[in-house]
C-alpha cells in the first residue's frame, strides 16, 4: 500500500509525519499487523521519523533521505519548511537512533547530490544498518529500480517481506 501526504508549505513537518504515522497505524489496523515501510527522498526522512514514533515497524527500507535537518534550517528552503531549532533537532531522525527499534537498510545512489550521500551514508553508519548504494544511479533513477526484484533494491525489498 502506497502512503501519500500533504506537501510543505501547506501543512507543517510535524503534520507530514503525523499523517505519515497515521497511515502506518491505518495499515497495522485494517490490512496487515507485520508492518514494513519503505520510502524515497522526503518519504524516507519521514519514515525514519514514523520508525522513532512507532515501535511495532518490523523492518524498513530508507531510500536517500535527509535525515539531520540543521542544512535545512540554514538553507534558503527554511522560508517555506519552517523549521526552528526544537524541530530541527525533533525531526532530524539521526539524533534519535536509540529510538528505532527495528532493522534498517539504507539506500541511496552514487551520483546522489553531495548532502544526500553524506547523509544517507552516516545514517546507516549509525545505525549499524546494512547500506545499498546504487552504482552510476542518482537520486531519481535508484527509487526506478525498486520495481526491478533482481536489482539490489529490489531484492531489499522483497527480503523485507519474508
Request: proline content about 5%; charged content about 20%; overall charge neutral.
Amino acid at each position: 500500500m502506497a502512503l501519500n501526504f500533504a506537501l510543505l508549505p501547506t501543512v507543517t513537518l510535524p503534520e507530514m509525519a503525523d499523517q505519515v504515522c497515521r497511515g502506518i497505524e491505518w495499515v497495522r489496523g485494517n490490512v496487515a499487523k507485520n508492518v514494513v515501510v519503505c520510502g524515497h527522498s522526503s518519504g524516507a526522512h519521514l519514515s525514519a521519523c514514523a520508525l522513532l514514533r512507532l515501535a511495532f515497524v518490523r523492518k524498513a527500507l530508507l531510500v536517500s533521505g535527509i535525515y539531520d535537518l540543521l542544512p535545512v534550517r540554514l538553507s534558503a528552503r527554511n522560508e517555506y519548511v519552517r523549521l526552528d531549532e526544537r524541530l530541527e533537532h525533533d525531526y532530524s531522525p539521526i539524533r534519535h537512533i536509540e529510538r528505532i527499534r527495528c532493522p534498517v537498510t539504507v539506500a541511496w545512489g552514487e551520483k546522489e547530490g553531495a548532502e544526500f550521500y553524506r547523509q544517507s551514508k552516516e545514517f546507516a553508519e549509525k545505525l549499524g544498518a546494512p547500506a545499498i548504494i546504487g552504482a552510476g544511479l542518482n537520486h531519481f533513477e535508484i527509487a526506478e529500480t525498486l520495481a526491478e526484484p533482481g536489482s539490489p533494491l529490489g531484492r531489499a525489498a522483497l527480503n523485507m517481506l519474508q
